[in-house]
């Protein structure tokens, strides 16, 4: 079950990119250069997704706190879901008048006769009292009149809106389990991103889906490329002082910035390993910038690459953690490489354009990068977010026409994509944009300000 | 022009009273600083203004122009001399033809707050031999010999007239030695931030290395990448990204 999921959704990605390498060479042959080069089929859409209708929950408490808790929590749950990106949601206003609490209380004909024609239905009671919110969740499948029940989880947390939200992500991501093909959710994932007011930039966290944002760092200066760790405990970044930029560490765990190593020269994009050992980064240290990687304490360092031109922006393959991907200007403009871990089997993937910051899926299959592909002074175009497979070099568009896009970075899931985004080109203008792996379904998580986003690892 | 002595004498009362009232106000426009002990109590949520003032380059030949550029914060009113009023932020592309001190005014809730910058205008002559051995120089003469160097667009190779400057440079350092210097990279703000980090770096490498070979001592040249982190302009437009297309010399003090 699980592997026939994680194939169809990779038919999910692969099937629009053999269209549109039709649609390319349809489009070369006719030598119709002023049509727009990209046009988008609904045949992404080919795997039908499960129907499923999130009832608002029952309120089973007269506490007064328990309308506003509700609220957040239903309306939690239904974006969650919504956002999961593998279910058709069945619209508020098709969804039977009453609200059942508990299993007694469901009549299944009700939901799965039209025009709710719900597959999976999720509902349950809600109560906040004595200063706790208690949370009886359900999901039922419409279509077994015998055995309905396929999850029943209870929650208690103490009352308070972030618990109301919290339970939901929860909630949600038991359900995206159970119907996903295994895979966890992401509803409970974070995001780690740079935010810039006046002349400086910290490093902000927020929730998936853009709540809860709050600073991380207080560092007065230009902090930028937040990674976090596979285990969630560091956060490492690239921090300018009065030596230029340098790797910079701070703990999640005592909240504080712990020690990493200075050297000479400038040291920036770090990344992790998938196991959290090893770091790698772009470093001048010897007056040309090349990859190298360290231990996560900055210990044992070695060298990965060695050829003029700037080396940037490494990634590990999330999958095995023996290969890198990065951005290398050894040819002019830079493009998108790929090595293994000790600097050999060197592989040029992109061939021209500007092509810089590369994410690599969690499966290994494929990389996000944002690129331009027409890229030239007076040259028309733009930089998108395009997603490669790795062993094809086959590529797609995802992002079009919507201003610059930066920085992509995978959700845990792989079926999503958070970027950096702006509408107008303009630096002050950029907010982060998350979407489907397949470039449906965008929505903004930030106002103007915020940049460079990393999703964390689980 | 029969003007009966009664009607002269109440003209001259009228004349005399505009000028004294005039002698009272001001004409003249000069501002005066303004003393903090009169204004009495602040309101609590008032914050003085601030400015910074800067202009790019700091010295010029006449008939070259400068990027004046300006922050101010907590301001509601901000006047350059010369120019008149102007946005709380923003730059300015000047022609002075002469050696000019630019004042900046900036007015808010919280009091008024000044900044100025000197741009030096060299009018041409012949140039004299450095002759001051032990000492760093003055801040002029370095940014005279010592010329910020410019390159072409995702490029970090030094263009021929940069590698004329340079050796201008090199002779001004090589008689002075006392001196140290930065030297930071910087890239117009189109590509991506951690690509122009390193982009940046080799710029000033470049430059460093051009120094070095012209028998510079290295450990004298310090080099910091900006890479677009730090803009001395922002209009989108190629004599904009040309500017911020850079590796800048300063004094390492």
């Given at each position: ?327 290398s200007g050894r040819t002019g403009l830079p493009q998108l490489y790929i090595m293994d871990a000790d600097g050999s089997a060197v592989t040029r993937l992109t061939d021209g354009g500007y092509a810089t910051s ?101 | ?253």
């Amino acid at each position: 079950m699980t592997y026939r999921r994680a194939r169809s959704l990779s038919h999910l990605l692969l099937r629009p990119a053999g269209l549109l390498f039709t649609a390319f060479a349809l489009l070369s042959l006719s030598s119709n250069l002023y049509a727009q080069d990209w046009f988008k089929t609904e045949t992404s859409r080919g795997v039908s997704n499960i129907r499923i209708a999130v009832a608002d929950f029952k309120a089973t408490a007269s506490d007064p706190q328990t309308t506003p808790l509700k609220q957040t929590f239903d309306s939690t749950l239904f974006n969650d879901l919504s956002n999961a990106g593998i279910f058709d949601i069945v619209s508020k206003s098709l969804l039977p008048q009453t609200s059942p609490g508990a299993p007694g209380e469901m009549n299944l004909a009700q939901w799965s006769a039209a025009p709710t024609s719900a597959a999976m239905i999720a509902f349950g009671a809600f109560g906040s009292s004595g200063g706790r919110i208690t949370v009886n969740g359900f999901l039922f499948d419409a279509k077994n009149a015998q055995f309905p029940q396929v999850l029943s989880k209870q929650y208690s947390e103490e009352a308070n809106d972030e618990n109301a939200r919290q339970i939901a992500h929860r909630f949600a991501d038991e359900i995206i389990f159970r119907l996903g093909g295994g895979v966890p959710g992401i509803a409970e994932t974070k995001i780690y991103y740079v935010k810039f007011s006046g002349g400086n930039k910290e490093i902000w966290a927020m929730d998936y889906d853009g709540a809860s944002q709050h600073q991380v760092t207080h560092l007065g200066t230009v902090s930028l490329s937040p990674r976090i760790s596979p285990d969630n405990s560091r956060i490492a970044f690239s921090s300018l002082g009065r030596e230029g930029f340098q790797i910079r560490m701070y703990s999640l765990l005592l909240n504080r910035m712990v020690n990493f190593p200075a050297a000479g020269g400038t040291n920036l994009s770090p990344a992790w390993s998938p196991n959290g050992r090893d770091l790698a980064f772009s470093s001048s240290r010897s007056g040309d910038p090349e990859i190298y990687i360290a231990d996560s304490n900055g210990g044992s360092i070695r060298r990965a690459t060695s050829f003029r031109g700037p080396d940037v922006s490494p990634v590990f393959n999330p999958k095995t953690g023996s290969q890198i991907a990065w951005i290398s200007g050894r040819t002019g403009l830079p493009q998108l490489y790929i090595m293994d871990a000790d600097g050999s089997a060197v592989t040029r993937l992109t061939d021209g354009g500007y092509a810089t910051s590369v994410s690599w899926s969690p499966n290994g299959q494929f990389l996000a990068f944002a690129w331009d592909r027409k890229y030239g002074p007076g040259a028309p175009g733009g930089q998108d977010i395009y997603v490669m497979e790795v062993a094809t070099k086959r590529w797609i568009q995802l992002t079009h026409e919507i201003g610059r896009c930066d920085f992509p970075s995978w959700s845990p899931d792989g079926r999503h994509i958070v970027f950096a985004n702006s509408s107008n080109g303009r630096a002050s203008s950029t907010r982060i944009v998350s979407m489907l792996a397949d470039g449906t379904g965008r929505r903004n998580l930030t106002e103007p300000g915020a940049d460079m986003p990393n999703w964390s690892w689980k | 022009m029969n003007v009966s002595p009664e009607r002269y004498r109440k003209a001259l009362v009228i004349v005399a009273a505009v000028v004294a009232l005039s002698a009272v106000t001001g004409c003249h426009k000069k501002e005066q600083p303004v003393n903090p002990a009169s204004l009495g109590p602040m309101p609590s949520t008032a914050t003085a203004p601030t400015a910074n003032l800067t202009a790019d380059p700091v010295s010029i030949d006449v008939g070259q122009s400068v990027v004046l550029n300006w922050r101010t914060q907590n301001a509601s009113s901000v006047t350059i001399d010369g120019i008149g009023e102007v946005p709380a932020n923003g730059t300015q592309t000047v022609s002075p033809s002469s050696s000019t001190n630019f004042h900046l005014t900036a007015k808010g809730d919280g009091g008024s707050t000044e900044a100025n910058v000197r741009v030096t205008v060299r009018v041409p002559q012949a140039p004299t031999a450095p002759s001051d051995n032990g000492d760093m120089g003055s801040e002029a003469a370095f940014h005279q010999n010592v010329q910020d160097v410019f390159f072409d667009y995702d490029s970090y190779d030094l263009r021929p007239d940069a590698k004329t400057s340079s050796q201008t440079a090199a002779n001004y350092l090589n008689a002075h030695p006392a001196i140290k210097i930065v030297i930071g990279g910087y890239c117009d703000d189109r590509g991506s931030a951690e690509y122009n980090l390193a982009l940046g770096e080799n710029r000033a490498n470049s430059a460093k290395t051009a120094l070095v070979n012209s028998g510079v001592a290295a450990s004298r040249v310090r080099v910091i990448s900006y890479g677009k982190e730090k803009q001395f302009c922002s209009e989108e437009n190629e004599n904009c990204w040309q500017q911020n297309r850079r590796a800048q010399f300063s004094l390492d003090r």
